[in-house]
């Protein structure tokens, strides 16, 4: 069994949609890591969690440290937001990330 | 904020040939360094991990003397794919630990394709 499981593995909706993608993970963990892997390969780092709640933009990620769950929720989705959504941790602070399978998003317009 | 250059952002090489791929620190000291690989459609592999100024610790599989990896500065890394093969073509991209709120940063990958 995978240390981070992700959930759905694809994704379709529609422009304007509220999305969710989820994250559970089975070890101790320094943070979480939210990722975006573009179509053209970069990835960038959507948000870095150790516990509660962040907001960037339409962008919200959650963490519940007890259930080892978080969730990242995209609000009033967008075709610009069709990617592959990585849920990755490190199990103490600099160390290596084990990440899970990602989410493939398409938004359609 | 951190960035991290990767270049070439790809590169076709015949068989037998070796590619060095470098990633450096623009404005921020990279003391370790994390080198991935990507087949198609799959999950990001860690290869290795180096540290500035001692050598690479290497994942189980990998094998160090096909994939050469050189931490000399705070700023530079290096992998390079001695005698690449056509099952050495993937995508490899590497990320940095720095400073930021997001903790990591990534640069823009490298697709090699050996032909």
């Known amino acids: 069994k995978n240390e981070v499981e992700q959930s759905p593995q694809n994704l379709t909706a529609q422009e304007g949609e509220f999305i969710t993608i989820n994250c559970s993970y089975s070890?101790?963990?320094?943070?979480l890591h939210w990722l975006q892997q573009h179509p053209g390969g970069g990835i960038v780092s959507l948000f870095m969690?150790?516990?509660g709640k962040k907001k960037h933009g339409r962008l919200i990620a959650t963490i519940n440290i007890q259930e080892k769950h978080s969730s990242l929720h995209i609000t009033a989705s967008h075709p610009r937001d069709s990617a592959v959504y990585i849920c990755?941790?490190?199990?103490?602070?600099?160390?290596?990330?084990?990440f899970g399978t990602g989410t493939r998003l398409a938004v359609r317009p | 904020g951190a960035v991290v250059s990767q270049h070439p952002s790809w590169v076709i090489c015949k068989s037998g040939t070796s590619v060095k791929i470098e990633c450096r620190s623009l404005?921020?000291?990279?003391?370790?360094m994390f080198w991935y690989r990507q087949f198609p459609k799959q999950s990001l592999m860690l290869m290795a991990t180096?540290?500035?100024?001692?050598?690479?610790?290497?994942e189980q599989g990998v094998e160090k003397d096909k994939f050469l990896i050189n931490h000399a500065s705070l700023t530079l890394s290096t992998l390079t794919v001695t005698s690449a093969h056509p099952e050495d073509s993937s995508f490899y991209i590497c990320?940095?630990?720095?400073?930021?709120?997001?903790?990591?940063?990534f640069g823009s990958g490298t697709r090699l394709t050996v032909v």
């Open positions: 070890v101790g963990i320094s943070a």
């Open positions: 404005d921020f000291q990279a003391t370790t």
């Open positions: 180096s540290n500035e100024g001692s050598k690479a610790t290497y």
């Open positions: 990320s940095a630990r720095d400073s930021t709120v997001h903790g990591y940063t």
């Open positions: 969690l150790s516990s």
């Open positions: 990755a941790v490190s199990k103490s602070s600099g160390d290596k990330l084990t």
